[in-house]
């Protein structure tokens, strides 16, 4: 076992296991889209990055192929860390906009513009299909080609596999696959449809820290002041009347 600082907190884990492991242990969420607990960590989709060390010396790293060492400082919702996963989110609905994982995570973490031109290509090259097929089903159907911008997965020569056995599991784990509420042909970008409230706490500390319960809880929310206007306006008398009439 080592010992690390989790979030302000000293934890044990696991010699061998990793920063994305031991955070889950512990109940702490952190997104993922190229992570399956069967498959070996690849690290390309970059939303579980998390900080670690402090100071100048701190540094984002992927959590699901980081391990864990003795004494490291591991800080999961900074607003660094906040920032990457908004930015990351942002390319991969400019990238793959129609997949409903995609938006459900853009919906989830508050991402509520997308600032880079739509292309709407059907790979994200997050690699799951690949390494599900390799690890698996013991196929190697398909892999990566090319490097790049011109990087894509195919089959050998671009040509039936004799390897294949159609047994869709590449379908099955492929986010791009799943296609999103409104159909391929969605008036926007971005759906929103399913958008979370944005915790404020994360403006006010470094720290996002709503361990426990809904956005809220720690009182931040309740002392921002447009939320204490809001609340005001509900307590009054008209406020009460005028919904009561409607």
Same mark, same amino acid.
């Given at each position: ?139 190697? %159907? ?100 005028? %919904?009561?009439?409607?």
């Amino acid at each position: 076992m080592v010992s690390l600082i989790l979030n302000g907190l000293e934890v044990q884990a696991e010699e061998g296991s990793t920063v994305l492991e031991t955070c889950r242990f512990y109940g702490i969420e952190i997104p993922t889209l190229c992570y399956n607990e069967g498959l070996q960590p690849y690290g390309g989709c970059r939303l579980c990055l998390v900080e670690i060390g402090t100071g100048d010396n701190s540094k984002l790293v992927s959590s699901c192929t980081y391990p864990v060492e003795e004494g490291l400082n591991v800080r999961t919702n900074t607003k660094r860390v906040v920032s990457a996963r908004k930015m990351m989110i942002e390319l991969l609905v400019s990238v793959c906009p129609q997949s409903k994982t995609i938006q459900d995570l853009a919906s989830k973490y508050h991402v509520t513009q997308v600032r880079f031109p739509a292309r709407n290509d059907d790979c994200i090259l997050c690699g799951l299909c690949v390494r599900m097929c390799k690890e698996q089903m013991q196929s190697g %159907a398909i892999g990566f080609t090319e490097r790049g911008f011109k990087k894509k997965i195919v089959t050998p020569f671009n040509a039936r596999s004799e390897q294949c056995r159609l047994c869709g599991g590449c379908i099955y784990v492929c986010p791009a696959c799943q296609m999103r509420c409104q159909g391929p042909d969605a008036p926007t970008d971005l759906c929103s449809g399913c958008l979370s409230l944005e915790p404020s706490c994360i403006q006010t500390h470094d720290d996002y820290q709503c361990w426990m319960g809904t956005t809220g809880d720690c009182g931040t929310c309740e002392g921002r002041p447009d939320q204490r206007t809001r609340d005001a306006k509900r307590s009054t008398p008209n406020a009460k009347n005028n %919904a009561s009439s409607k």
